[in-house]
């Protein structure tokens, strides 16, 4: 053991060497001193642990280039969704569109208006940017843009409801991720939950009977993620918000994903858009930018004046804005609405959703073709498979699409799913059946050629 102890490189004689030498480019010598360091440290207790790890001076350097090589790359890079969910929140949910892209850059590049009014030639409101864009599209009387849904509500509830008690249906006390609790969110404003019905039965006349004189309104949840399927009943939108009314009580909607078209001609199920949730009387309803809507994170709150200018003069809404990349993005996603034609033909998520079992059939047979020609150590069937939503929406529905398989003569599934992932590429496929899988439904321009370019390297 001594012996070993005493074969482990000079710290010199690693400092010395070429290869180390030229991270003096990127890093401080402290820094590359530390990291050789920390490699000779892990040896030598991998020696005091009774191990026999190499110690020649070429494996040493080789341990330190790998770890500077690891600190200099990206942390946040671009990846290949080969997952077919479409709006994966784990890989940044919605792709922006083109327009939305350079008015970004344009704004990134350079000064833009973002709160400075240019009739007036005086300070403005960054808020002002989508509001009426909002309004045309939707019919709302008022709109507000914070950084994201979450966000959305919280000002929603600190604003209207603090020391109010606040009905909700006990089917609509959900988890919306990231330990982003209905419940925990009521109490954490100061407001007082009263929940309503059953989990699985919530009746009209069951809001009608917990209206008391405390009540300060009643709170709709879009259950995003799950459903209650079977015996299972709520009251339409229309005769909710009519109770409400009646009872001189505003009522709130947040309706997760906030749709602006109908996308039952894609093959998934209805859902109430947000010009419906508007036109049946809701006071407020939030929605996200970066969910089914297309756009950037945001979050999007539309309603009654009365009750949108007391959020815009909450102190709170300060630590909840938007930056101006938001708004640059978030305008151009929604001049899109405009026509449902265009939406459909430049917001990547609706045209990722679009797309029909022939196209992605030829799309999948197009990469067999490449990975085939490569003459590599790969066998590649292509089979039926189904792709999802994804962000909270359409929890249940599942779209046909082709998946490509691909297995490899010596590598498990598990090694070439991994050997995927860790490529400069950063390929995010799933392994199901034994084989790794590939949903075409999600691959973008160019993502066929990274796919094939990577597969010839693992070889
Ligand atoms: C997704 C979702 C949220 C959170 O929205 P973010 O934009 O992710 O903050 C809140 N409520 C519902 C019902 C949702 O589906």
């Known amino acids: 053991m001594k012996d070993q102890l005493r074969q482990l490189p000079k710290m010199d ?5 070429e290869a180390i030498q030229k991270w003096q480019e990127t890093f401080t010598k402290d820094l590359i001193k530390a990291v050789c360091n920390q490699v000779l440290d892990s040896l030598r207790q991998a020696i005091l642990d009774g191990q026999s790890p190499s110690l020649s001076l070429d494996r040493v350097i080789s341990l330190v ?3 500077l090589t690891d600190r200099a790359s990206l942390s ?5 969704n080969a997952t077919g969910t479409v709006l994966h929140t784990n890989l940044g949910r919605a792709i922006l569109s083109k327009p939305s892209l350079e008015s970004l850059k344009a704004k990134a590049e350079g000064y833009s208006n973002l709160e400075y009014n240019l009739q007036a030639g005086q300070r403005g409101s960054r808020y002002s940017h989508v509001e009426d864009l909002l309004c045309e599209l939707t019919g709302a009387e008022a709109a507000l843009v914070v950084n994201n849904n979450a966000a959305g509500v919280l000002l929603l509830l600190t604003a209207l409801l603090a020391n109010q008690e606040v009905l909700v249906s006990r089917g609509q006390l959900v988890e919306i991720g990231g330990s982003f609790r209905i419940p925990d969110i009521i109490s954490s404003v100061g407001a007082r939950l009263k929940e309503v019905g059953a989990t699985n039965k919530t009746h009209l006349k069951d809001y009608e009977a917990a209206i008391g004189e405390e009540t300060g309104a009643i709170l709709k949840v879009h259950t995003s993620n799950y459903r209650v399927i079977g015996f299972s009943e709520a009251p339409s939108d229309q005769a909710l918000v009519d109770l409400a ?5 505003p009522i709130f909607n947040d309706l997760g994903s906030g749709l602006l078209l109908d996308l039952q001609a894609l093959g998934l199920p209805y859902e109430p858009t947000v010009q419906e949730s508007i036109q049946a009387g809701y006071d407020v309803v939030t929605f996200s930018g970066d969910k089914l809507l297309g756009g950037p994170q945001a979050g ?9 200018e007391q959020l815009k003069n909450h102190p709170l809404l300060r630590a909840l804005r938007v930056d101006k990349f938001t708004i640059a993005a978030l305008e151009m996603t929604l001049q899109a609405y405009r026509k449902p034609q265009q939406a459909f033909e430049t917001i990547p ?14 799309k999948a047979e197009a990469l067999k073709d490449k990975i085939e020609g490569l003459n590599g150590p790969y066998t590649v069937d292509l089979v039926p498979g189904q792709s999802q939503v994804g962000g909270g929406a359409y929890p249940e529905a599942r779209l046909a699409t082709s998946l490509v398989e691909i297995s490899h003569q010596t590598m498990t599934e598990s090694q070439l799913e991994r050997a995927l992932r860790l490529s400069q590429d950063h390929i995010i496929a799933r392994i199901a059946d034994g084989k790794v899988q590939v949903d075409v439904r999600t691959l973008l321009e160019g993502d066929l050629d990274r796919i094939v370019r990577v597969l010839s390297q693992i070889s």
């Not at 004689?13 to 060497?17: C, G, K, N, V, Y």
């Not at 946040?76 to 290949?80: A, I, Q, T, W």
């Open 65 to 67: 280039d790998e770890e």
């Open 300 to 308: 999007i709150l539309l309603g009654k004046t009365k009750y949108i």
């Open 76 to 80: 946040f890079d671009r990846v290949v």
């Open 349 to 362: 998520s609706l045209q990722l959703l679009s797309q029909g079992p022939d196209q992605l059939h030829a």
């Open 13 to 17: 004689d690693l400092l010395a060497d």
């Open 245 to 249: 009314h009646r009872k001189q009580l």
